[in-house]
């Protein structure tokens, strides 16, 4: 399981170092994808293959459309995290998740997946999301 919340800073060369614990759960290999609210979706390769056939079940049982699945499979980046501990995110995940080069970025387990996100961006998902769990409106 992917949890818990953790602050790095890309690199010039647009490299993330994982937390640690994360690591683990993500294997030598993982797939980056266009996340929604702007986040980049860091999935195991496990996590991705189901996911990506669940969609693809879910278009053709006509519960989504294609574009959905457009939008999952044309984003997919798969990605070796390196000795480091590193992935390097690239230009379009970057641009879409307003993630600059040197930035200050956090991570975040989302359970099945972990997520990348601009700082700015955090803060509003994350009180939020306190604002529901405390028993504010959805």
């Known amino acids: 399981m992917l949890v818990g919340v953790h602050e790095r800073q890309l690199d010039e060369k647009g490299r993330l170092a994982l ?4 690591r683990t759960d993500l294997d030598e290999r993982c797939y980056l994808v266009l996340g929604e609210d702007r986040c980049i979706n860091v999935y195991s390769r496990d996590a991705f293959e189901a996911t990506a056939r ?31 501990g590193r992935i390097t995110l690239g230009d379009d995940l970057r641009q879409y998740a307003r993630l600059p080069l040197g930035a200050k970025v956090v991570i975040a387990g989302n359970i099945d997946w972990a997520e990348v996100w601009s700082l700015e961006n955090y803060e509003r998902i ?13």
């Open 19 to 22: 937390p640690s614990p994360f």
């Open 54 to 84: 669940d969609i693809a079940d879910r278009v053709r049982q006509g519960e989504l459309p294609m574009s959905r699945q457009r939008a999952i499979a044309h984003s997919a980046a798969p990605v070796t995290i390196d000795k480091q």
């Open 126 to 138: 994350a009180s939020d999301s306190r604002g529901l769990m405390a028993g504010g409106a959805e």
